[in-house]
């Protein structure tokens, strides 16, 4: 039997140091070595109720596979976690296990939560490492079914259906499959050889993957149902739609989405110094917002060579939505966090270029709908940032496209698609949805959770036909 760890912390992850790192995009996290991951297995309490269980939007058997983990059987680890989860080595990385499963761990009671995340990457890694197994092809049941978008929650529900012989076609706008794993998350928190190797592995299972197809455009939806003979659609579009402020100045050169500069990098392989990719080359940059996709566009602009680059946000840190490991890596290599400020203007030079961010300082007044405290502006506070590129990293939407050429699907005011109760099915039959086409951007897992209800809810549609 295994000995109990009772350490109240976490085994420590090794990093790159963050002087080196904040100028290179190898990936950030080295992972656990067999030792560490042992160790920190060893911590987990193994509860009867199984609280993280809950925590999990895929339902991973947790203590199953951490108890696998602490005996050092990891090839029996991995057949646990993926019995549920089909992406683990993409999880395990970028999915926000503090708010999830962690959350819900016993040992977070009075210390840290067992690393779940770090021990499910530990897994995937080890098993592509070691192992030689090659995917098994189910035998076809000859329904076919088109799945629009290759993002992580098309991925999760094409291989569900794969594996239950149906022949399935996966539908993706850019050259790349991959979704927001590749346009979206940079190399240094996600490589990108991580997601193909996903996508082999559906290949191995029979799926199709054609890229350069935009749907809406090349193909409609009723095209794919009633010409090409597909029986049903998922449609795993995501959120690629920028939002912006509005305000002076933004039509600047020199000021972009996050959307665009993110995928620029990723698609277009500005990480690797052999390409001359087109992207801003920056000496200060401002980006604007809190989240995630804010981390990932300042820690790229500091990679690309920016000498300064600013966070602004208009509420505190605690308010910020990033995952608190990302916000501690951005301030480990440098980036200057400009806290409970809102830009008002962009300036610009003679020539059209930004000069300049003009920003009010906010203090926070009483909760608004989200909870949050809501920023107030202090009058006469303004102040100017001295940059020559702006990001503005303030969420995304649905791309109206499949909406509006797709007869009989609705969407709600948010341009986000609305489903029934089941949380998959559609206004329009034999079409299904998950992911953030459905709820606004959101995390990857929960994209993936979907992705399983999805493809449950359309085995059940065609099997009652």
Known sequence: MTKRNMTPVKTPMPNQDPKVRSRNFEEVALGYTEEMARQEAARCLGCKNHPCVAGCPVNVRIPEFVAKVAEGDYEAAWQIITDTNALPAISGRVCPQESQCEAKCVRGIKGEPVGIGRLERFVADWHRTHSQDHVERPASNGHRVAVVGSGPSSLTCASDLAKLGYEVTIFEAFH?????????????????????????????????????????????????????????????????????????????????????????????????????????????????????????????????????????????????????????????????????????????????????????????????????????????????????????????????????????????????????????????EGVFAGGDAVTGAATVILAMGAGKKAAAAIDQYIRSK
């Open 176 to 428: 790349t499959a991959g979704g927001v794993l590749v346009y979206g998350i940079p190399e240094f928190r996600l490589p990108k050889s991580i997601v193909q190797g996903e996508v082999d592995r559906l290949a191995e299972l029979g799926v199709e993957v054609m890229t350069d197809m935009v749907i809406g455009k090349v193909l409609s939806i009723d095209e794919l149902m009633d010409e090409m003979g597909y029986e049903a659609v998922f449609i795993g579009t995501g959120a690629g739609l920028p939002r912006f402020m509005n305000i002076p100045g933004e039509g600047l050169a020199g000021v972009c989405s996050a959307n665009e500069y993110l995928t620029r990098i990723n698609l277009m392989k500005a990480y690797l110094d052999e390409y001359d990719t087109p992207v801003l080359k920056s000496r200060a940059v401002a980006v604007v917002g809190g989240g995630n996709v804010a981390m990932d566009a300042c820690r790229c602009a500091q990679r690309l060579g920016a000498e300064q680059v600013y966070i602004v946000y208009r509420r505190s840190r605690e308010e910020m939505p990033a995952r608190n490991e990302e916000i501690e890596h951005a301030e480990e290599e440098g980036i200057e966090f400009k806290l409970l400020c809102n830009p008002v203007e962009v300036l610009g030079d003679d020539h059209g270029h930004v000069s300049g961010l003009k920003c009010i300082r906010m203090e926070l007044g009483e909760p608004d709908e989200s909870g949050r405290r809501r920023p107030v502006e202090v009058p006469g506070s303004e102040f100017v940032l001295d940059v020559d590129t702006v990001i503005m990293a303030l969420g995304t939407s649905p791309n109206p496209l499949i909406r509006s050429t797709t007869p009989g699907l609705e969407a709600n005011r948010r341009g986000c698609l609305v489903v029934g109760e089941d949380g998959v099915s559609t206004t329009r």
